[in-house]
T-cell receptor, first 115, second 113 residues
């Protein structure tokens, strides 16, 4: 089956620093990747849609200058949380789709803690 | 805006019971509905995907049904096992764009031996 990895799995950073999270499709080419955020006891909320070679599409209320997304290849998308604050502490999950498929394959998630 | 609701929020049952998890959505114009499993601190595993033209899908002890007109889906788990303990999420697409999903908050299932 299709496998999506994320790195790092956990990260702790100080307030004001930037953190980069990688999402990779290991055995397939993903033209589109998605970034979600999940707060404790809450549902996953879509942050942005990332298409290879083009600018990401952000959901309403998500600051594009704070959450920088780059999808430079068909197997890698990165999310950079810039100038992180404690309220950005959350579980970030990426997913990827095969071209033309409805099915999504999710990464294992990255736990970000901002102190 | 589509809203997805899951009931109950939590469920605790003894091993061996058959159980039903419920999902409802406000906009019935969906292309499909997916059920996922999430273990604590982990990503999501896709369990079942039901296309809008289908009424149900089965995989092993899992059976998911879809009633678009009433905006409801159920996930039936037969002969539950402790290994089934997890949070179960349902999700529907946002409009016609592949992959953009609205998720419910999930049902946290605990199956005790």
């Amino acid at each position: 089956g299709a496998v999506v990895s994320q790195h790092p799995s956990r990260v702790i950073c100080k307030s004001g620093t930037s953190v980069k999270i990688e999402c990779r499709s290991l055995d397939f080419q993903a033209t589109t990747m998605f970034w979600y955020r999940q707060f404790p006891k809450q549902s996953l909320m879509l942050m942005a849609t990332s298409n290879e070679g083009s600018k990401a599409t952000y959901e309403q209320g998500v600051e594009k200058d704070k959450f920088l997304i780059n999808h430079a290849s068909l197997t890698l998308s990165t999310l950079t949380v810039t100038s992180a604050h404690p309220e950005d502490s959350s579980f970030y999950i990426c997913s990827a789709t095969l071209s033309g498929s409805y099915e999504q394959y999710f990464g294992p998630g990255t736990r970000l803690t901002v102190t | 805006k589509q809203e997805v609701t899951q009931i109950p929020a939590a469920l605790s049952v003894p091993e061996g019971e058959n159980l039903v998890l419920n999902c409802s959505f406000t906009d019935s114009a969906i292309y499909n509905l997916q059920w996922f499993r999430q273990d604590p601190g982990k990503g999501l595993t896709s369990l079942l995907l039901i296309q809008s033209s289908q009424r149900e899908q089965t995989s092993g002890r899992l059976n998911a049904s879809l009633d678009k007109s009433s905006g409801r889906s159920t996930l039936y788990i037969a002969a539950s096992q402790p290994g089934d303990s997890a949070t179960y999420l349902c999700a529907v697409p946002q409009g016609s764009t592949l992959g953009r999903l609205y998720f419910g908050r999930g049902t946290q299932l605990t199956v005790w031996p």
